[in-house]
């Protein structure tokens, strides 16, 4: 099993900036992938950014250029660094990883004032 733990959500102004990070643990040698969804109030939850073990990164087209994924191999962690906010990207962001199979962490608040 993998534990995901998100952290540095919060409260921003338009314009600004929030940096994400998500930790795992357990058997987080098997990772292949990890990666940020998001889900805003009374809206499905919708993929945001993924980085695979090569460092191959992918993202929603409403976040390129203003989001960036990175990972830190050796601590297990990816992070998620958000610049140029809207209240559009307000919204629970959650970690997932995939091994063999798809893990979530519980999600971290992302609210953007305007």
């Known amino acids: 099993q993998v534990q995901l733990v998100e952290s540095g959500g919060g409260l921003v102004q338009t314009g600004g900036s929030l940096r994400l990070s998500c930790a795992a643990s357990g058997n987080a040698f098997s990772i292949k992938t990890m990666g940020w969804y998001r889900q805003a109030p009374e809206k499905q939850r919708e993929f945001v950014a993924i980085i695979t073990n090569a460092g191959a990164a992918t993202y929603r087209d409403s976040v390129k250029g203003r989001f960036t994924v990175s990972r830190d191999y050796a601590k297990n962690t990816v992070y998620l660094q958000m610049g140029r906010l809207s209240p559009e990207d307000t919204a629970v962001y959650y970690c997932?990883?995939?091994?063999?199979?798809?893990?979530w962490g519980k999600g971290t608040l992302v609210t953007v004032s305007s």
């Open positions: 997932y990883a995939v091994t063999n199979m798809g893990h």
